[in-house]
């Protein structure tokens, strides 16, 4: 099983769509620092619909309190546009952790300092697109993890 990391997510409708990501593929989701909304936000719910009571969620005050979850921090994966590893070249297992960026930001340059380039990892786009969807995103590298995973 692998885990969902969201660093201070900024849409309330996206964190509602990955949260119900999560339920699906029965992996925990995991928030970093405070949202720019409230969790119980109908917005929330209302994507997440009645799956958000199945939801594994933890809540993590900052990075170094999220960093003391897991044992083997060697295991955390960016997920950024700034990566130089395409996330299906990588080979996960059971306990990975992807965490993906604000919306709008990303995620900080002290927060990828601190990471080797081999566990930050890209989505191939066109260069016309700034970005990917987040909830998107998420989705698209989380089926990939757990397909290794799984073997399916």
């Given at each position: 099983m692998i885990h969902i990391a969201l660093f201070r997510p900024e849409i309330p409708q996206n964190t509602g769509n990955i949260s119900r990501l999560c339920?699906?593929?029965?992996?925990?989701l995991h928030i970093i620092g405070t949202p720019s909304f409230?969790?119980?936000e109908k917005a929330v719910r209302r994507a997440g619909?009645?799956?958000?009571?199945?939801?594994?969620?933890?809540?993590?005050n900052d990075w170094e309190s999220f960093e003391k979850f897991f044992p083997n921090q060697n295991r955390i994966f960016l997920v950024t546009k700034y990566?130089?590893?395409i996330?299906?070249?990588t080979n996960f297992q059971s306990g990975d952790c992807l965490v993906f960026g604000q919306e709008t930001k990303g995620l900080p340059d002290e927060?990828?300092?601190?990471?080797?380039e081999d566990r930050k990892l890209f989505i191939p786009m066109k260069t016309e697109m700034r970005s990917i969807n987040l909830s998107n995103s998420v989705a698209i590298v989380a089926y990939e993890a757990t397909k290794q995973i799984e073997n399916w």
């Open positions: 339920v699906g593929l029965g992996v925990p409230d969790l119980s619909l009645d799956y958000w009571s199945h939801l594994q969620l933890h809540q993590h990566g130089k590893t996330y299906s070249k927060i990828k300092s601190r990471y080797q």
